[in-house]
């Protein structure tokens, strides 16, 4: 796993065929999240409204490309 937070030029390089899951959550509460019993729900512990999108990237030759679009 590559996690989506971090400090700059620190953490996994990202190699030419790795494909990565970008999957930004915006909430009104804190930050702390757990995952539900499903082993597949992930909700912020103090259960607050949240937002969360993901776009699929490839990394290629030519740079990275989305694969997929809003």
């Known amino acids: 796993q590559i996690p989506n937070f971090g400090k700059p030029g620190r953490g996994p390089r990202l190699e030419i065929g790795m494909v990565l ?8 509460g804190g930050y702390q999240v757990e995952t539900l019993k499903d082993n597949w729900t992930v909700v912020t512990k103090d259960r607050k409204a949240s937002a969360h999108f993901e776009h699929t990237v490839a990394i290629t030759e030519n ?8």
């Open 21 to 28: 899951a970008i999957e930004p959550m915006v909430n009104l």
């Open 63 to 70: 740079g990275p490309e989305i694969l997929t679009r809003i």
